[in-house]
């Protein structure tokens, strides 16, 4: 375990606002609904919040950096990561799944030039003098550049304190497994692969990371939406299968009183290698009632019979 990873756990708290939704995320965001979301997750004592140039081609950064700096104790409460792989230029393309922003091209680049010009786009969108964690932001099919440039980058930011630490975020465990084994990450975020209807990240991620002493953060605890009463899975419509499984989630969860979504936030923190649960939201409202239900009573029964069903 590095010195970062070490002090990094404590300060990111069980629960972090991850800010995909205040970019754009399936539709747009209004400016007030953005600050509005920020304003209660600070008020409910959220102090870890996660962004990325992808989010919104930049708009994301913007917003959390405005509220944080408007804050009248300033930001040096914020625990704040951003993440590297995309650099923005200008031009027109895709908008991957962030509709409502355009100008931007989104180019994906591991190499060492890319990880650096992307942090310095990322302190000037954001008007921050630091970032707590880096991620190394989908490296999928970039393996060789990614552990091979942007790792070894980050790592010589994090030995000169430009950087607090350093990590890799993905929908997928088997990479990231890899990224723990044959570097010195300080965290992981796995999206999506552990959850009530993926628990992959379980089978070596996660005993992995334990042994390691790092940091494990859970994204996507919904599945993109399928756990909390929508049809989306995977940020795609969920195969019938997929749906039906849901359903029995949510029927076995009924049988004692507990809303399925209460199940699924709180189910990742029911491994101790996972440090932080993100949430995400588009309004203040939903702030509110996810971490009321992350706080819901849940009977041990509960989890046996939806591992068995799981």
């Known amino acids: 375990m590095t ?9 990111l708290g069980r629960y972090g606002l991850g800010t995909a ?18 304003a209660a997750a600070w008020e409910a004592g959220i102090r870890y919040f996660d962004t990325a140039p992808h989010y ?13 700096r408007a804050l009248p104790e300033g930001a040096a409460e914020a625990v704040v990561s951003t993440k590297v792989g995309r650099v923005l230029v200008p031009g027109e393309g895709e908008e991957e799944g962030f509709p409502g922003r355009t100008g931007f091209v989104r180019v994906r680049d591991y190499s060492r030039e890319g990880v650096l010009r992307s942090l310095d786009d990322s302190l000037r969108r954001t008007g921050l003098d ?22 070894p980058a980050l790592a010589e930011l994090r030995d000169q304190g430009v950087i607090g630490a350093i990590g890799a975020g993905m929908n997928q465990a088997e990479m990231l497994t890899r990224f723990v084994r044959e570097t010195d990450l300080d ?12 628990r992959s990240a379980a089978e070596q991620l996660l005993p992995e990371c334990e042994r390691r002493g790092v940091a494990v953060v859970a994204g996507g605890v919904f599945n993109s939406g399928i756990l909390a009463g929508g049809t989306t899975y995977d940020y795609d419509a ?8 849901a359903r029995e989630l949510d029927r076995v969860c009924a049988s004692h009183g507990v809303p399925l979504p209460a199940a ?27 971490l009321a239900l992350a706080a819901a009573d849940i009977p041990d029964v509960l989890w046996e019979e939806l591992n068995h069903a799981g």
């Open 56 to 68: 919104g081609s930049g708009l994301a950064e913007e917003r959390l950096g405005r509220f944080l």
């Open 238 to 245: 969920a195969p019938p299968a997929v749906l039906e499984r």
């Open 187 to 198: 965290a992981v975020l796995v999206a999506g692969r552990y959850t009530l209807l993926d």
């Open 3 to 11: 010195a970062a990873a070490g002090g990094l756990a404590g300060r």
């Open 21 to 38: 939704p205040l970019g754009g995320l399936f539709a747009p965001v209004s400016e007030e609904e953005a600050e509005q979301v920020l």
């Open 264 to 290: 699924a936030l709180r189910f990742p923190h029911r491994h101790p290698a996972v440090t932080t649960v993100l949430i995400g939201a588009r309004s203040a409202e939903e702030i509110v009632e996810d």
């Open 130 to 151: 630091h970032f707590d964690l880096v991620f190394i932001h989908d490296p999928d099919d970039h393996w060789e550049q990614a552990a091979g440039q942007a790792y």
